[in-house]
C-alpha cells in the first residue's frame, strides 16, 4: 500500500487556493485562505489574481469577488448548458420595477428603503421583498440616522445573475445618469 504525502510542496499556490475554493462550501476572505496555506494575504490576493486571469481563457468556471469574499462558480457564459443539464428552467425574468430598484441598490450600495422610495418617486415595500427573497438583494446593517432603518446591499446571487464576477464589472454610474438625462430631456420635448 502507498502512502500518500498530506501536502505536496511542489503544489503552487494557486493550485492549493483552486482546491480551497472548490471544496469551500461558499464565498470566503483572502485572510481564510493566507490563514488555511499559512502565506500573506498579498501573495494570496496575486495568486488569486493570477487565477483568475486564467480562468477568463474560455474556461468553464470562474473566480467571483464580492464584498471582499471569493468563491469559485460556473462561467456565467455558460448558464444555459448548466440548466439543461440540471434540468432547470430558465431564470425568472424580472418585473421593471424589480430592475429599476436593483439598479438603484447595486449602484447606491449600502441604501436604506427611504432612500430607494425617493430616487424611485414610489414605495418599494413589495418590490424589495421580492428582491430579499429571490436572495438578489440583502441587508448589510443598519443606518446611523434616526429610527436606525435597514441598509440594503447586492448578493452573490445578484452577480451570478447577471453574469459578473464582481460589482466592478457595472458600467459607470455616470453614464447611466447621463443617458437618463437625455432620455427625460426627449420625453418632455
Known amino acids: 500500500m502507498t502512502d500518500f504525502p498530506l501536502s505536496n510542496p511542489d503544489f503552487s499556490l494557486e493550485a492549493k487556493i483552486e482546491a480551497l475554493l472548490f471544496v469551500a462550501a461558499g464565498a470566503v476572505s483572502i485572510e481564510q485562505l493566507a490563514i488555511a496555506l499559512d502565506q500573506k494575504n498579498e501573495d494570496v490576493q496575486t495568486a488569486l489574481d493570477r487565477l483568475e486571469a486564467y480562468y477568463q ?61 425617493y430616487i424611485r418617486g414610489v414605495s418599494s415595500d413589495g418590490v424589495i421583498k421580492s428582491l430579499l427573497s429571490k436572495g438578489l438583494i440583502q441587508e448589510i446593517g443598519r443606518a446611523d440616522s434616526p429610527g436606525r432603518p435597514v441598509l440594503f446591499g447586492t448578493t452573490v446571487e445578484f452577480l451570478q445573475y447577471f453574469g459578473l464576477s464582481s460589482i466592478d464589472e457595472l458600467p459607470p454610474y455616470e453614464v447611466l445618469d447621463d443617458e437618463m438625462k437625455t432620455r427625460n430631456e426627449i420625453l418632455k420635448d
Open 57 to 117: 481563457q474560455e474556461r468553464g468556471i470562474c473566480i467571483q469577488r464580492h464584498a471582499g469574499r471569493v468563491q469559485l462558480t460556473t462561467a456565467p457564459q455558460l448558464a444555459k448548458v448548466v440548466e439543461k443539464f440540471l434540468g432547470l428552467e430558465a431564470t425568472a425574468r424580472l418585473s421593471r420595477a424589480a430592475l429599476e430598484t436593483l439598479a438603484i441598490v447595486a449602484y447606491k450600495q449600502p441604501i436604506t428603503r427611504p432612500g430607494i422610495d
